[in-house]
């Protein structure tokens, strides 16, 4: 309830008059300020009116007895609070529209009518003395400001552009985001933008704000220079449209009152969608749908922060825009001139930064590099920008080794053509490196420079070369770096940093590339986030019921895929199974002959023999191998994308990177058992293409043997691990976790098979006997010798560790069978034995720790059966073990006693060593920095909360202190913990809730306070002034409180805050700005609305 008068600003309001609002607005100081009002609506306008008006209260009322409790107490917390006086006081305040006394104190004849505030005017602007409501509406829009609308464009609908130029008159500042703006459109709202932007914005901003694209070639040119002329104006440009596929249409009003507007929907600022077009576009007022508006400002504040696609505009750069927006009306003619250049010097270098995903590599290559490592992999789909990641590292590696010397090698001459321009690029230097090839031999000189290499040209020059003439190393195609020509290089060579690129890690010949690059992958970009970037196209995945007398699960399974001979003999030369793939397609494909298609086979003869089918019912189709000459190869691309042939049958050709961007169907003919080997095989039609909306895809689904697992493939598609049992619940809602634009459909039978199959991997992991049994009798298998983790998780088909966890401890599980172990228990008195179940848990939770020092330390720990001494007087052993062992297991036995239970129970010894292994090879971040104050944290990993508080010096290890609110102040320390979840129910899409705690950019942050901190308040004020009052704001940020397996998250510590602006109060709304910029990972999640 509004019980003082701070929610009044001068400005525009839409407020039905109560008894509390009538008591503020009576102690406003009249000889500066006037209040306007006009009459509420009657009958059923005015219930509505009341309705709007009471949620929004009884809302803001209830947050702010709520906001302190932890969520899992908000229902009697609640219950306690609507039973309250203060509640029923609240509503007495709320109930009573109070009427307006005349001057002589007469109400007037009849009942009274209630009253709206329209708006605060100040005394002493022209009319603003008798002024009344009726001389203010032409500065208002049609719609009223406290409610939503849909404007169509149709008869009675209110014009846009007529909406557009009232709010433009009231508002305070204005923000607009739109795909392109035509002088046509713009020229109408000149006039108004010309006395908008006079004056600065009331913060002393611009007062005009206009993101804008080269999407399509659509924008004048001169319209963005009649808008850089405006004062008080910034503008900002997005180039890469191919990348962003920025189609967003938004103009944004704000208003200190609290009233707002923004108008979302089809038009762009053209005279025909403002004005004259059956144009649809919702009106969102912000004191109606709060939690929308808020969706549109921070959706707009990321875009506008986003510097690397939207880039600050100025009347100079008319030439280049101008360019840019050529290049967009003729793509096909900028791709011609671009690839007859390619061998040509550079001239014209642009400012290019790497993107979200490409900065998610260099920053992994990075801390691998500080933490001494000097051979990284790469690993991501063809057009996702590999080459630049590996250039902007050079270019990184070059300014700490001046004159460093690149070789980049790869298999073929156009890869080093493309990437020699891409680096010429990146290092702004259009001489850097040359071409070494059969028909490009060195030249006097450039022994001392850059190469960009066959491998072949290299290998019949090493003799004589110095191991390390090059000190950075590329290897393209890194899949490639297992053959024999590659190795004699790599043996040879010795450089301080090897950087491998793939899409496609595991080859076919099964020969494993990753010991060469020091057995893990530095970084690897997912599916989802690929597409969701707009790197790679969107698919629409249907899984097909197969021809039904199908059935592979009778099929023999060794070395984790089916017998290729018994799948062959199935598949080559079944007719009745090829004619109901065709029958198949012809159903769902409106037209067969405009498809371009590949279709994956299990053998050449079941390829040539598809090829042969589809031929003899009339659609035209190719069978392309391995063994397929060049110019055969050449002509089948050229053939397929003229459309001559509609389909290549291939078995692994197209499982490597090539680029075939028009592709638009893919085939899955067979069950492809390696997870990799599928997702490569996806790669080939997810290439962006102008003319392709999205991919569309058709796996054939039948009875798989026991072993094949879907799960992993489906979840591979979704934009998050989900775990086992999530997936049932995926695959039976319809998959609601997907890259947007992306679709997944099962057809019935289809989906009956999936679900078996899902649910026999479930049953066989969810088994503790069964996991038992089986790790037993490999163990019998292999003379009793222990089974390492890794083999263990092979075995058993886990991705995760914690897939065993959650059934026990590995030297549990693969130890003597059950029965002995509680006899065992008594006789050893084996903490293992004792507490399994404990442990078990505690170490699903180590899996969540990202320290990779805390790991190490531990893992010393346990061998030397000494406790390290920590930094800041923290032990990394009590951070370590504070996970691991319950609070009550560390009050009644102390640090040194459960340590030492760990060192002397080889099993779990082992168990722990092995977790910390597999940890720091998939996920841990080496040597963060530490910040001043903060203990043993480091910034940028991942802690607890009971982490955080020993760190600190808060808890100690058998007594630990705990808080449940989002911050904390150590007064000691002068430091405030802001703790914060950027997703407040994991369960759900949550749109009232997601836009209180964002990343707006790397470097801003967007928080909401507790719902009763006031900004005057003295922790508002903490906030506002802490530089000066030598307090220090440290964030703590997680995705959801709990992940897919139940688990609760830890927080990634991002550092310290500095105060930039809020807005409101109970709660505030503070922008912050990082000390350091947020990891590239952590932002992909934490940006909660971007391209």
């Known amino acids: 309830m509004m019980d003082d008068a701070s929610f009044l600003h001068e400005g525009f309001y839409d407020l039905l008059l109560t008894e509390a609002r009538k008591a503020a607005l009576e102690r406003l100081d009249t000889s500066r300020w006037r209040a306007v009002y006009d009459s509420a609506p009657e009958g059923e306008g005015l219930l509505l009116a009341l309705s709007s008006h009471l949620s929004v209260e009884i809302l803001n009322f209830l947050r702010a007895r709520c906001g302190d409790v932890p969520p899992d107490r908000w229902l009697p917390q609640l219950r306690a609070v609507l039973c309250d006086e203060s509640f029923r006081s609240m509503l007495h305040g709320l109930l009573l529209p109070a009427p307006i006394e005349s001057k002589d104190g007469a109400q007037g004849k009849g009942e009274p009518k209630a009253k709206r505030l329209m708006a605060i005017r100040r005394r002493g602007l022209r009319l603003a003395k008798e002024e009344s409501f009726e ?146 576009n919702v009106k969102i007022s912000q004191r109606e749908l709060r939690h929308l508006w808020e969706a549109v ?78 051979r990284h992999l790469i690993v991501a789909a063809t057009g996702t920008g590999k080459t630049m990641v590996a250039a902007f590292d050079f270019a990184r ?171 062959g003999a199935l598949l080559e030369h079944n007719e009745q199974r090829a004619g109901w793939v065709l029958a198949q397609l012809d159903r769902r494909v409106e037209n067969l002959r405009g498809m371009r298609a590949l279709g ?27 063994k397929s000459d060049g110019e055969l190869r050449r002509q089948a691309r050229r053939m397929l994308e003229s459309c001559e042939v509609n389909v290549i049958f291939t078995v692994d050709l197209f499982n490597e990177g090539v680029d075939l961007p028009f592709v638009d169907t893919l085939l899955f003919l067979r069950p492809t058992e390696s997870l990799t080997v599928f997702l490569q095989q996806l790669g080939r039609g997810l290439r962006v293409d102008r003319d392709k909306a999205h991919l569309t895809v058709f796996d054939f689904i039948a009875a798989q043997h026991g072993s094949f697992n879907y799960a992993r493939r489906f979840e591979a598609l979704c934009c998050r691990p989900c775990g086992l049992k999530r997936m049932e619940g995926q695959l039976k809602s319809g998959f609601t976790d997907l890259p947007t634009g992306c679709m997944v459909s099962l057809e019935e039978t289809a989906m009956e098979s999936v679900l078996a199959n899902v649910r026999a991997h479930l049953k066989r992991l969810s088994s503790r006997s069964g996991i038992c049994a089986e790790l037993h009798k490999e163990r019998q298998r292999r003379g009793g010798a222990v089974l390492p983790l890794g083999d263990m998780m092979e075995l058993l088909g886990c991705d995760s560790p914690d897939d065993i966890y959650a059934r026990g401890l590995p030297c549990i599980l ?207 004020q903490n906030f506002i002034h802490h530089e000066e009052r030598g307090i220090r704001p440290m964030l703590f940020l997680r995705r959801c409180r709990r992940n897919a397996q139940g688990l609760t998250e830890p927080y990634v510590f991002l550092g310290p805050l500095h105060y930039v602006s809020h807005e409101g109060s109970r709660p505030m709304s503070i922008r912050w700005r990082l000390e350091r910029p947020m990891p590239a990972e952590v932002l992909r999640w934490a940006q909660r609305v971007l391209i």
């Open 135 to 280: 001389s203010l509406k032409a500065l208002l829009p049609t719609t009223p400001l406290g409610g939503s609308a849909l404007l169509t464009g149709a008869e009675g609908s209110p014009s846009l552009l007529a909406e557009l130029t009232r709010e433009l008159r009231s508002c305070d500042r204005a923000d607009w985001l739109v795909s392109f703006i035509r002088l046509s459109g713009l020229s109408a709202l000149m006039p108004t933008l010309e006395n908008f932007t006079a004056t600065p914005a009331p913060d002393g901003g611009p007062r005009l704000r206009v993101a804008t694209t080269t999407y399509i070639g659509a924008t004048d040119s001169k319209a963005i220079e009649r808008l850089c002329e405006l004062p008080n104006t910034e503008v900002r440009i997005c180039y890469d449209t191919s990348a962003t596929r920025m189609h967003a249409k938004s103009y944004i009003f704000h208003r200190a009152t609290g009233f707002g507007s923004a108008y979302v929907g089809s038009s762009n600022v053209s005279k025909y969608a403002l004005d004259q077009g059956l144009e649809w």
């Open 297 to 374: 400002t921070a959706s707009f504040e990321s875009h506008w922060e986003d510097r690397r696609h939207f880039r600050s505009f100025d009347v100079s750069q008319l030439s280049q825009l101008r360019t840019a927006l050529e290049r967009e009306k003729h793509p096909h003619e900028a791709g011609a001139a671009g690839a007859a250049a390619d061998n040509a010097p550079v001239s014209v270098f642009y400012d290019l930064q790497p993107r979200t995903h490409q900065l998610e590599a260099l920053e992994a290559i990075a801390r691998e590099r500080r933490a001494g490592i000097n």
């Open 397 to 567: 590696f070059r300014r700490e080794h001046r004159g460093a010397r690149l070789l980049f090698l790869a298999h073929r001459v156009e890869i080093l053509r493309q990437a020699l321009v891409s680096f010429r690029q990146v290092l702004r230097d259009g001489d850097f490196g040359v071409p070494v090839d059969g028909t490009h031999p060195p030249k006097p000189g450039d022994e001392s420079r850059s190469w960009f290499c066959t491998v072949d040209s290299l290998n019949v020059r090493l003799e004589g070369m110095s191991p390390r003439a090059f000190d950075y190393v590329v290897i393209d195609e890194a899949h490639h770096s297992a053959a024999s020509s590659y190795l004699k290089s790599l043996e040879w060579l010795e450089p301080l940093c090897l950087l491998g690129l793939t899409a496609t890690p595991e080859r076919m010949d099964g020969v494993n590339i990753l010991p060469l690059f020091g057995g893990r992958f530095t970084h690897e970009l997912r599916l989802a986030d690929a597409i969701g970037a707009g790197l790679l196209s969107p698919f629409i995945y249907f899984g097909l019921a197969d021809e039904p007398e199908l059935d592979f699960s009778r099929l023999a399974w060794r070395a984790g895929r089916y017998d290729t001979k018994e799948l």
């Open 600 to 626: 994956f086979c299990v053998t050449v003869r079941h390829a040539e023999f598809m090829a042969d089918f589809c031929n003899r019912r009339g659609l035209p189709a190719l069978a392309l191998t391995g």
């Open 814 to 1020: 693969q130890g003597r069978p059950e029965e002995e172990l509680l006899e065992a228990a008594e006789e050893e008195k084996d903490v293992a034995v004792l507490y399994e179940t404990p442990l078990a848990k505690g170490m699903r939770r180590l899996l969540l720790q990202t320290d990779a020092e805390l790991l190490r330390a531990a893992a010393q720990g346990l061998q030397t059966a000494e406790l390290p001494a920590g930094s800041d007087g923290t032990s990394p052993a009590s951070l370590f073990y504070s996970v691991l062992w319950s609070q009550d297991m560390a009050a009644q036995y102390g640090l040194e006693k459960l340590h030492a239970a760990c060192c002397d129970s080889p099993g779990l010894k082992r168990d722990l060593q092995e977790l910390a292994s597999w940890r720091l090879r998939h996920g841990a971040h080496p040597a963060g920095e530490f910040v001043e104050g903060m203990g043993a944290l480091r910034l940028h990993a991942a802690y607890t909360r009971e982490q955080v508080m020993l760190a600190l010096g808060v808890s100690r290890f058998e007594s630990r202190t705990l808080f449940q609110e989002g911050v904390y102040f150590l007064k000691e320390r002068n430091i405030y913990l802001f703790l914060a979840d950027i997703e407040k129910d994991e369960r759900l899409f949550s749109p009232t809730t997601m836009y209180e705690d964002y990343a707006i950019s790397e470097t801003l942050f967007h928080w909401q306070s507790q719902s009763k901190t006031a900004d005057k308040s003295p922790t508002g």
